[in-house]
């Protein structure tokens, strides 16, 4: 090739990409947008950020909105057909006097009155199917080492409630847990990345002694360490006594699910669990996946508009929180490999008296 024709290539390539990549004005006339439809998303990611996250904070709402977003859209089921529930379509709002009484929805019913409450103001711009998705997108975006989550606009509401027992339970044997998301769509390898999820989680109800307990050592950051606190053998409780669900975990002010500690010990999850300590890029692209797929459950991808531009560029992880380590207090002694095709990585340990984990 020529160098005159390399150069006619590559300036019809950098015309042909403009073109797929045009912007046209909001009506707002401050942002642009590659589609019209995401124009009225705007304000409503600005009103989230400012208002309901608390100037752009990872703190409780996000915790919650994030676990809605599961809650709502795994309300499906193949298995049910018509009557297996529409997945991420609001039900949850909609229907919320029903589905909030399902046992395994037990506390949700406050994010999702708040959730109502706020999409009220915006005289339904947007299904509550979209606002649950999109809400659980920005928030996350303020916790730092998420990813960005794939946002499509276009869920139509919910015509019906989704059916009970969609949820897992955390005292659910892993059978059990994997059956149910199967009968989801996902495999047993995006059922863990899913769990990334609980890096930035607190439970307020499996001891409602001690709300805002975390899941994690490092409950503000979207880091591996979840991972790796799950691994190590427990001692004790973060409570005075443990409850349903609940297991013993290895740190002080650290609540371990018995469904968590299952999942990474049985033989069909444990090295996929394993995989993910000390590696955030592999994990944050998992996660972000496995949430893409969630986040259209029952819903025809065709009819949709990908408004992913609006949600706001992730915090950085910082670097000192790049790479997992054991807790003080705690070594490679303490791991319960589970893996049986591969060590566990060698991880340094914070020096110091036991890491004892704050309530957030």
């Given at each position: ?32 947008a590659t ?17 309901f996250f ?232 998992a996660f ?73």
């Open positions: 090739m020529s160098f005159r024709s390399f150069f006619v290539l590559v300036a019809l390539i950098s015309v042909t990409n403009a073109a797929l990549t045009r912007r046209v004005p909001c009506p707002d006339g401050v942002h642009t589609h019209p439809a995401c124009c009225v998303l705007f304000p409503i990611v600005d009103s989230l950020q400012e208002v608390d100037g752009g904070e990872c703190g409780e709402e996000v915790h919650e909105s994030l676990r809605l977003t599961f809650h709502d859209a795994i309300g499906f089921s193949l298995s049910k057909g018509p009557s297996g529930g529409g997945g991420a379509d609001g039900s949850i709002m909609i229907f919320e006097d029903i589905e909030t009484q399902y046992p395994a929805n037990g506390g949700i019913d406050e994010i999702v009155e708040k959730q109502a409450r706020f999409l009220s103001q915006f005289g339904g711009i947007i299904s509550p199917g979209d606002f649950i998705q999109l809400a659980g997108a920005v928030g996350i975006s303020n916790c730092p080492g998420a990813p960005r989550l794939q946002f499509l606009l276009g869920r139509p509401n919910a015509t019906a409630p989704a059916p009970d027992n969609t949820v897992s339970a955390p005292f659910d044997s892993t059978d059990a847990i994997l059956a149910r998301f199967a009968d989801a769509g996902f495999n047993s390898d995006e059922v863990v990345a899913l769990l990334a999820s609980h890096t930035i989680a607190a439970s307020d109800h499996i001891d409602p002694n001690i709300p805002g307990t975390p899941f994690d050592s490092t409950p503000d950051l979207f880091d591996t360490q979840f991972f790796v606190e799950v691994q190590l053998h427990g001692t004790l409780f973060p409570g005075a006594v443990g409850h349903l669900g609940e297991v013993e975990s290895p740190l002080e002010g650290e609540m371990r699910l018995q469904s968590d500690a299952e999942l990474a010990r049985d033989a069909r999850t444990a090295c996929t669990w394993q995989s993910f300590v000390n590696n955030q890029d592999g994990m944050v692209k972000g996946d496995a949430m893409a797929k969630l986040a259209v459950l029952g819903q025809d991808v065709s009819k949709m508009v990908d408004c992913s531009e609006v949600i706001p560029e992730p915090k950085p992880l910082p670097a000192a929180n790049y790479r997992s380590v054991f807790p003080a207090g705690t070594t490679i002694a303490d791991v319960e490999q589970a893996c049986a095709s591969t060590s566990f990585p060698c991880l340094p340990a914070i020096p110091g008296p036991a890491t004892s984990v704050a309530p957030v």
